[in-house]
Structure formats: structure tokens, C-alpha cells
């Protein structure tokens, strides 16, 4: 009951605005402007920056009591205007805001001005002044105090003779804040994410790699430039300076913990000077703003398994942070991927298809051989089992499955046409007429169409033969000439037909 009697006290006296609270330093001070004095300096130094406040001022020092109202900066950019970085007025519109910084982003990209060093500062500039412009509560605190001077380099002054110091701390990476922004191929035109650029102050959590169908399916090691958060190399995380130590935070004697007495009331909480670490840094370090950490370019290698789909994310821990892999897989021209399995097609030849053999396809991770059986008919699928790809999640491969095409010829010689013919004479059951071809009344088909002399050679052929299987002692279809005689010479009148008997 007393700590909420307390809680409406202070709120009721906030609310009749008899106490006021000074940000980041949560120093309460009432309306009279008692202020206290540092306890850094103990008002003995004018130029002290620290803005912590204690005790009652002595009469006649002013130096050493004041008060700060401050946002953490990784780095001063007093002297930067984000509207002249913009190049747009003071009362420009979202609209027009975000369309210059698209031009000026464009036109300082790291990735587009690999020559020039001062791009990537440019680009760094136009980044934070987009991403404080933009956004409505940053940019009022920015009117408000950022320009209350005449040349951005000095604090202004704001109510009640108070210095108000506008800072600002960037938390998303330039790179970051262009690709969500625009999108992911609205400029990049096939450059990776933002993590691969060298510019950029926050940490990378995702990253798209690219791969080929070859490298998914059978694994790589996948080299990368990533922008991590590690430990501070200078303080090696220790937040201060180099030969110096952290002291004891005087605000909280150490203890980590503060008291605030309103009236009877006594409230304690974490110390809001030290956060709590009970320590006061008096050099903090300079290359990682006390922080200690900072953000580092490391090379990493990334061991892809095999048979990794598309849009499939692997986890893997760079110094503090844990980095988000996103696998982008380019589609294949030969295969077809369903999962685990591959889809392929095969040609094969008319003959192939109707007296059988073999061929030798392209697989996954090796050479097939296929048999193919007699009488194989078009689109017939044909399954290589355990010849897929190797599953990411579980043992064993997919299946290999080869959709057979037979191939039908369209130019033919005369005699591969006579033979044709031939056969369509022969071929029973035929679906409707045969172009070239006629049928007789009692039931036999006869080819009419060119080479019509060959066809019929092949069809008188083919009746010699069937003879001979019925009477062995029938003569062959051409007597060899006696010993004693010498073979007769050919004349040119013998013509086409001595030649495709031949031949045949």
C-alpha cells in the first residue's frame, strides 16, 4: 500500500508538472530549478559532460551544475545536416524524402563505386539521414534539437537555459536499409545481401547464397565476407581504454542498486548511471564506445549439404551472433526436382523402341546405363531407384525417373522408305488408312507411292525368304556363276533395281 500511495504521489505531482524528469539521467529536479551538482567534476569543471546530479549547488559556482539531455552515439554528426545531406527542404514530404535518397543511394552504392573510397561515407551519410528523416518521433527530436544552433557544431540551448545535445546512434546496417526499403532486386541485380557488403554498422542475421543445381546436389563449402558482432579487438572487452580500469560507479557506491527518497517513501532500482555493472569507466574505449563489441568483417566457410533445396535456412554461430543461411538454387535445364526425386528425359530411336536395347543417360552424381525393352512406347517412365538426390533431413537418395521419348525420323532415304513401305504391307490391324499405301479387296495392302520399285523388290525379297524357310532345296534367290566361267559384267542397263538388290 505505501509503494502504490508513492506511485500516485509522484504521479500526481508529474502531472501538475511540480517535478520534472531529466531524461537518460532519470534525476528528478522541481519546478523551483534546484539543481544538483555533478559528481564528477563536483562543479569544479565547467567543460564536464557527464550530467549526473547530486546534492545542492553552492552559491556562485554555476560551473559544474548543469544538466544534459543526451542520445548515445556510436559517433558525432553535429555537424551534419541530414536535410542539406538530402538535398531537400526543411518541410519536405515523405514522399520527397524517400525519393532522394533513392537517387543519392543509387549513385554513392558501394557496389557501383568500387573506385571511389569516399562512396561508401557518402552512402553511410545518406543512410542515417534517410533512416532519422523518415521516421516522425526521430525527426522532430531532430528539429527540435539538432538545429537549434547555427552551424550544427555547437549544443543549443534549449528551455530554462539548458544545453540540449542531439546525438544519434545508427542500429541498421546502410545495405539493410536500402533492401528493405526497395527490395531485394530493385537495384543489387544479383549481388548478394547486405551482409556481403564491407559498409554497415549492425550485424548480418540473414544471408542469401546462391547455388547452382550442381553444387546443391552433391555440397560445397561456400566461402563468405559476413559483418558480425564480436568482441572489441582494442579493450578485448573490457570497455575501457587500453592500460586503463573501469572504477567503482560512485552514483550507487558500487552496489549496483540506487535509492530514491520522495518524502517518507524510499524506492530502490537498478542504478540508472551503471546499469547495474557497479562500475565507472573513466577512458572508455574509442573504438567500440564502451560497448564491448564491435562490428568486424570476418571470412567464414559455409558447408552446404548436399542435396539442400531452394529457400531451405541453415543456423550457424560467428563470434556472438548466430547467422541466418538462406539457400537460393538455381533451376536446373536437364533436371526436374521434386523433393528428393529427379525427373529427366530420354530419346530413343524407332528402332530402339520397337526391338529394345540400351542407352546411357546423365544422372545425378553419376553416369546410368538404361535397358530398354521391345516394344517400348512413347512417354513410358522408367524408375532408377535410390539414383536421386541425397535427403538433407533422413539417410538414403530419391529416385531417378526417366520419361522415355521415342524419336521419329522425318527425312528418309529410298531405301529406309521401301522398307517402310514394306512393313506397312505387312502390319495388321492398322487404325485407318496408311498415306502411300492401298488396300486390296482381299485384304492385303499394296504401296503405290515412290520408291514403289524398291518396295516391290523388298516385298519379292521377303517372299524368296519365306520360301526357302518352307523348301530347303529351292534355289537361292541369285545362282553363282560356274567355276569355269567368268562372272558376267553388269551393264548400265540393269538400272536401279539391280542395285537395291543388291544392297537388300
Known amino acids: 500500500s505505501l509503494v502504490m500511495a508513492a506511485s500516485r504521489a509522484i504521479s500526481r505531482a508529474i502531472n501538475a508538472n511540480f517535478v520534472r524528469f531529466v531524461p537518460l539521467r532519470g534525476i528528478f529536479t522541481s519546478q523551483k530549478r534546484e539543481i544538483s551538482v555533478c559528481i564528477v567534476c563536483h562543479g569544479r569543471n565547467g567543460g564536464c559532460s557527464e550530467g549526473v546530479l547530486v546534492g ?16 548515445h552515439t556510436s559517433h558525432q ?6 536535410y542539406e545531406v538530402l538535398g531537400v527542404a526543411k518541410g519536405a514530404t515523405n514522399k520527397d524524402i524517400k525519393k532522394a535518397y533513392y537517387d543519392l543511394a543509387k549513385k554513392y552504392h558501394p557496389d557501383t563505386n568500387k573506385d571511389d573510397p569516399n562512396a561508401s561515407k557518402k552512402f553511410q551519410e545518406v543512410s542515417e539521414a534517410y533512416e532519422v528523416l523518415s521516421d516522425d518521433t526521430k525527426r522532430r527530436e531532430y528539429d527540435t534539437f539538432g538545429q537549434t544552433s547555427e552551424q550544427m557544431g555547437r549544443a543549443g540551448h534549449g528551455p530554462q537555459g539548458f544545453n540540449q545535445h542531439w546525438q ?27 551482409s556481403e557488403s564491407q559498409f554497415g554498422f549492425g550485424a548480418a542475421q540473414e ?7 550442381a553444387q546443391a546436389a552433391r555440397g560445397v563449402n561456400k566461402d563468405l565476407d559476413v559483418n558480425v558482432v564480436d568482441t572489441c579487438p582494442k579493450c578485448r572487452g573490457s570497455r575501457c581504454e587500453p592500460g586503463t580500469k573501469p572504477g ?7 552496489t549496483g542498486m540506487e535509492t530514491i527518497s520522495t518524502g517518507p517513501f524510499v524506492m530502490r532500482s537498478t542504478c540508472r548511471y551503471c546499469q547495474g555493472t557497479r562500475q565507472y569507466i573513466k577512458f572508455p574505449c574509442t573504438e567500440c564506445d564502451a560497448k564491448g563489441q564491435t562490428v568486424q568483417r570476418r571470412r567464414i566457410s559455409v558447408p552446404v549439404p548436399a542435396g539442400v533445396e531452394d529457400g531451405q535456412t541453415v543456423r550457424i554461430n560467428v563470434g556472438n551472433k548466430e547467422l541466418f543461411i538462406t539457400f537460393r538454387v538455381e533451376k536446373s535445364t536437364y533436371f526436374r526436382r521434386d523433393g528428393a526425386d529427379v525427373h529427366t528425359d530420354a530419346t530413343i530411336s524407332l528402332s530402339q523402341a520397337i526391338l529394345g536395347g540400351t542407352i546411357r543417360i546423365q544422372g545425378v552424381y553419376e553416369d546410368q546405363v538404361i535397358q530398354i525393352m521391345p516394344g517400348t512406347s512413347s512417354h513410358t517412365r522408367i524408375c532408377l531407384s535410390n539414383k536421386g538426390l541425397k535427403r538433407v533431413n533422413s539417410y538414403g537418395q530419391g529416385h531417378h525417373y526417366v520419361n522415355m521419348k521415342i524419336l521419329v525420323p522425318t527425312k528418309l532415304t529410298s531405301e529406309q522408305k521401301a522398307l517402310v513401305q514394306a512393313y506397312a504391307e505387312l502390319e495388321e490391324d492398322t487404325p485407318g488408312q496408311i498415306l502411300g499405301v492401298s488396300s486390296r479387296k482381299d485384304g492385303t495392302k499394296e504401296a503405290y507411292a515412290e520408291p514403289q520399285n524398291l518396295t516391290k523388290i523388298v516385298r519379292e525379297v521377303l517372299e524368296k525368304a519365306k520360301g526357302g524357310e518352307d523348301d530347303s532345296s529351292k534355289e537361292p534367290f541369285r545362282e553363282k556363276p560356274p567355276e569355269d566361267e567368268p562372272p558376267k559384267k553388269e551393264t548400265e542397263s540393269s538400272g536401279d533395281d539391280d542395285i537395291a538388290k543388291r544392297r537388300i
Open 248 to 254: 567503482r560507479c560512485q552514483y550507487c557506491n558500487g
Open 77 to 82: 554528426l553535429l555537424r551534419l545536416n541530414y
Open 56 to 71: 545542492k549547488p553552492q552559491k556562485g559556482s554555476p560551473s559544474g551544475v548543469h544538466s544534459s539531455r543526451g542520445f
Open 207 to 213: 544471408i542469401i547464397v546462391k547455388l547452382t543445381f
Open 168 to 194: 544519434f546512434r545508427s542500429t541498421i546496417d546502410p545495405e539493410e536499409l536500402f533492401r528493405k526499403i526497395f527490395g531485394e532486386g530493385a537495384f543489387r541485380q544479383g549481388h548478394d545481401d547486405f
